[in-house]
């Protein structure tokens, strides 16, 4: 697949590959029986001798990773080899307990799929990027570099992530620009999200980015000398750091200079990308077959039965809504942001008999109120039937579309359902004629300049007099019945 | 049968009936066990840690055991005393592989076999010495000490489980386990004049051995007699869900065929395992041996396994492969050798690397890190993964039309200490006739066929099909019987410690 030659101010066209490493939500890690959950975890508590690589232990395989790997690549449009192993990534760092990584080289769990993400160029449209292999490994243990009270430096290392499942995703080199790369990996989270095999939280450390970045002249197919880009801890240092990069290489090759063939870590406080290593200095990381492990076979059987647990994916559902429930494409891509937002809606949907306007609720308000708890759909103090009455109080009239929002901030802090919310605070609807006949007099009495107005024409009159009867009502009075009432008092 | 004076010469089967009978009591058993290692450790070695402590407690329990019921439902080690190669994991005991750099590594978890050996109730005397990290045919590459053979203690006993080897021929123990990667368990079983099985690759489990090639390594034991090694074999194989490489394959009551006799077995002799420089008296011996498998009623047919020459260069290249990678998690961050008063850790590793790996280990890790390297791998690892293909499909043709392939196990007796020390490429030669056998995932079994002009002994080795154990144990069993090798027992009886002791 290559990318649509996207020429920049100068001159150059980047060729952008991403490598993304997310954590599997396994329960246990990917070689042993020790719990992967170890976010808040006292340090060195959750292993045992098999993750800290003690002499004459051997690793066995964690099948759920395994699947949810295949799942992921079955999402990702992948093929399914039916024969794939394990290698061992040799290479000696004190934070990796066997002195190699057991790893994917040759033969992988997957290969050749591909990922669409909304084109950042033009909002309206979508790209396509190339999935080169989905494979599985595990992470390593974590440094902590510390200085004592005397200056003293060293390293504390903790071995609870030691064996974490870790799903590697390496993306082809169709990305051509910063902002594309933020759009496929914001697209490539939401799938993972979706299929729930990773939290692909970034800050976390759960989904990590590195980048491959070369230049080359627009219209020309040989790729240029690659730089990889390492160290970016959010999606906005993503973005930040290939600009740069991209930018760096540009005025390299400007002056005539040559690209070195280089890791480079992206600095984030000082907005730069600095030279970790050259080529020369790179691992040779001897791979070979694990003979520790079989192979692992997956007949197509299999293949199929883990098919059929993917669900619907965020560029299906998007579709789906805007056929089905006739949304307009924005409304379509906020509400499938998340899979639990999108069946929060459908449920809404259902239990009110009205898509559109909840639909309009939960992209305009309910969206509003969690971005205030800064939470997912789960943390809100109420569920989609809250909604879905509030949405029926609105249609069979009960309460004025003015007086809704104010029910649902309130359903929200409370719990309480709509309902018992209008009737506590008498916020129902008036559509009581008599009683507005009263209010409508009052205000023809109080006005005497809007109602000669009217008369002489001017339209606006009725809107301002309206606005009096709405006043005096506490918005409560019934627009419509207003409107009418009013009319016919001026004109009768 | 008669209680003996000295109950260090029993077999297992022996010890078992008269443990079953209440004749003699584990605490006995192991107590002579002990003062046997007191008296011949001098002399021997046979030991880098002795468990005597541990010993007497699993023997007072063993006892315990065997008074509280059915002496015969107990399980069928209960009391014997086992001497377990220092490789093994034991929880709560030093485990060094023989290496300088685990000196101090007490593992807090138990291999599998010694779970499984704990709850047949064994006594475990102590941990064996050995090459280090199993690298080695003569036990004089272990970071601790030499190991004398009982024969001659001038002489190597064969390695790398040559503690196992001599704890069982000069009766420090009843019975032992080995590891096997190239002969480690073989090749010393037949220097030392006693039985040593290597069983088929996956046939019992490798959790909590320490590594040296991982698709090569394979658990076994030693004995006197050939019973012993069946009883010992039984008990520890079977499928380990901690092993992703061993078998589902049941396991079946080896001692119960023991004694059904060769008549009609098929056994194939391969010229080429009669190789050149093979001392006159190896080959005489072990070709006696085969004449008498025929007047036992089998029948001998030649067969060919041209591809078996390549062993020894296969075997070299794949074993240091695996090895680099196995050996890298030994730099002093978490157990074992440190060297602590390097401040940068990346210099503390590679120190601690430096001081405790031997000579031999180096060597394999450079040889092993080379055949893996970029540009190399397809030369060597790869080449080396084809040939080892063709060397299995050589044994598959042969086992169509034979049952089992016999063959010299060395073809040298015990060799003086020092003699191959400095010549790896000689000292590599000692396992030409074991290799292809590990290369070929086989199983392989050790027994003494006799005496060189010196005293010294020979071993036969028999060659089994995959995951046919049994027959091994059978044809060894009806050629022992036919025999008097395993009644001749080294001349150790007041042994003194020999001078030059390292």
């Known amino acids: 697949m290559t990318a649509t030659a996207t020429a920049t101010a100068t001159g150059w066209e980047a060729v952008i590959g991403l490598e993304v490493h997310a954590q599997l939500l396994t329960e246990s890690k990917m070689f042993c029986a020790c719990s992967s959950r170890y976010a808040g975890a006292l340090p060195n508590t959750l292993v045992c001798p098999i993750c800290l690589g003690m002499p004459g232990v051997l690793p066995v395989m964690n099948r759920a990773a395994i699947e949810a790997t295949i799942l992921t690549a079955l999402a990702l449009g992948c093929r399914i080899p039916e024969y794939s192993k394990f290698d061992r990534k040799n290479y000696n760092y004190p934070d990796l307990m ?46 902590k570099h510390v200085r004592d009270a005397t200056g003293l430096a060293y390293s504390l290392m903790d071995a609870n992530r030691s064996g974490v499942p870790l799903m590697e995703i390496v993306g082809d080199p169709d990305l051509s620009t910063a902002d594309e790369a933020g759009a496929y990996l914001r697209a490539l989270r939401q799938v993972l999200r979706y299929l729930g095999v990773s939290t692909a939280n970034m800050e976390e450390g759960a989904f990590r980015c590195d980048a491959n970045v070369s230049l080359r002249r627009p219209g020309t197919q040989a790729l240029g000398r690659k730089v990889e880009v390492k160290n970016m801890n959010s999606f906005r240092s993503v973005v930040r750091a290939l600009e740069f990069e991209i930018a760096r290489q540009a005025e390299v090759l400007d002056a005539g200079g040559r690209i070195v063939q280089e890791t480079r870590g992206w600095v984030d406080d000082r907005g730069i990308t600095v030279s970790q290593r050259s080529k020369e200095e790179a691992n040779d990381y001897r791979y070979f077959p694990e003979p520790d492990l079989p192979p692992v076979l997956t007949p197509p059987a299999e293949v199929d039965r883990i098919r059929a647990r993917l669900p619907e994916l965020p560029a299906a559902k998007r579709q789906r ?77 009960t309460i004025s579309v003015r007086t809704a929002p104010e029910v649902l901030e309130e359903a929200v802090a409370t719990g309480a359902m709509p309902a018992s919310i209008v009737q506590a605070r008498g916020l129902g609807q008036v559509s009581d004629a008599t009683a507005l006949a009263a209010e409508v007099a009052a205000a023809i009495a109080a006005n005497p300049r809007a109602v000669a107005d009217y008369r002489n024409g001017k339209a606006t009159a009725l809107g301002f007099l309206v606005g009096a009867i709405m006043k005096a009502t506490r918005g409560k009075g019934n627009p419509g019945l207003v409107n009418d009432l009013l009319r016919s008092a001026l004109d009768g | 049968m008669v209680i003996p004076h000295d109950l260090t010469t029993l077999t297992a089967p022996e010890a078992r009936t008269l443990l079953v009978r209440r004749a003699i009591s584990a605490t006995e058993l192991t107590q002579a066990a002990l003062d046997r290692i007191a008296q011949v450790e001098p002399a021997i070695r046979s030991f880098i840690t002795i468990t005597a402590d541990q010993a007497l407690a699993q023997a007072a329990a063993a006892d315990a055991a065997l008074g ?40 807090p978890y138990d291999a599998t076999v010694v779970a499984r050996l704990r709850k047949a109730g064994a006594t475990f005397v102590g941990k064996a010495n050995m090459d280090e990290f199993a690298m080695g045919s003569s036990t004089e590459n272990s970071g601790y000490h030499l190991t004398r053979n009982p024969w001659d203690t001038a002489r190597v006993p064969g390695g ?200 031999e280990p180096k060597r394999r890790i450079m040889l092993g890190t ?133």
């Open chain 1, 98 to 143: 066997k002195g190699y990584q057991i790893s994917q080289f040759d033969l992988p769990f997957s290969e050749a799929g591909s990922l669409e993400f909304p084109d950042p160029a033009d909002p309206s449209r979508t790209r396509r990027a190339g999935i080169t292999r989905v494979h599985l490994e595990e992470d390593t243990a974590t440094l």
């Open chain 1, 321 to 397: 809504f805007e056929s089905e429930y006739g949304l307009g494409a924005d409304a379509a891509e906020t509400l499938t942001q998340s899979r639990s937002l999108a069946t929060w809606f459908e449920e809404v949907a259902r239990l009110s008999g009205n898509p559109r306007a909840a639909a309009n609720w939960v992209v305009r308000d309910v969206i509003r109120l969690l971005g205030a708890t800064g939470g997912e759909i789960e943390s809100l103090g109420i569920g989609p039937a809250h909604l879905a009455e509030l949405v029926r109080l609105v249609d069979d009239g």
């Open chain 2, 68 to 107: 509280a019921g059915d002496p015969a439902s107990t399980p069928e080690l209960t009391g014997i005393p086992i001497a377990l190669k220092d490789l093994f994991c034991t929880a709560g005991v030093q485990t060094t592989a023989g290496s300088r750099i685990l000196e101090g590594f007490v593992p």
């Open chain 2, 160 to 359: 790398s489980s040559g503690g196992s080897a001599t704890a069982v021929a000069a009766g420090e123990a009843i019975l032992s386990l080995g590891t096997d990667t190239g002969g480690s368990i073989r090749q010393p079983a037949a220097l030392c004049s006693v039985t040593g099985l290597k069983p088929t690759y996956g046939r019992v489990s490798r959790y909590g051995v320490v590594a040296f090639a991982s698709s090569l390594d394979q658990v076994g034991p030693f004995s006197v007699g050939v019973e012993g090694s069946a009883m010992l074999l039984r008990a520890i194989a079977g499928h380990d869900p901690l092993d992703a490489t061993t078998a589902t394959t049941g396991v079946p009551d080896y001692v119960a065929t023991i004694r059904d006799g060769i008549r009609g077995l098929r056994v194939g002799v391969p010229a080429e395992y009669f190789v050149a420089g093979m001392e006159p008296d190896v080959e005489r011996l072990v070709r006696a041996a085969i004449d008498d498998l025929a007047r036992l009623g089998a029948e001998i047919v030649p067969v060919r396994l041209p591809y078996s020459a390549h062993g020894l260069a296969t075997y070299y290249i794949i074993a240091p492969a695996e090895a680099s990678s196995n050996l890298s998690r030994y730099n002093g961050t978490r157990y074992g050798l440190a060297a602590v008063e390097e401040a940068d850790v990346n210099r503390a590793m590679d120190l601690t690397r430096a001081r405790g790996f031997g000579a």
């Open chain 2, 370 to 502: 080379y055949a893996l390297s970029s540009g190399y791998y397809d030369a060597y690892y790869r080449k080396a993964q084809q040939v080892r293909t063709l060397i299995k499909a050589d044994f598959d043709a042969a086992f169509r039309d034979v049952d089992v392939i016999a063959s010299p196990v060395s073809p040298t007796v015990a060799f003086p200490i020092g003699a191959r020390i400095d010549d790896p490429l000689a000292m590599y030669l000692s396992d030409v006739c074991t290799i292809p056998v590990n290369v070929a995932g086989l199983p392989g079994i050790s027994v003494p066929c006799g005496f060189d002009g010196q005293g010294l002994p020979v071993g036969l080795q028999l060659i089994g099909r995959a995951f046919d154990e049994a027959t091994l144990f059978r044809a060894a069993w009806a050629y022992e019987d036919a025999t008097d090798w395993p009644r001749r027992r080294p001349p150790l009886a007041t042994a003194a410690t020999p001078a030059g002791e390292s």
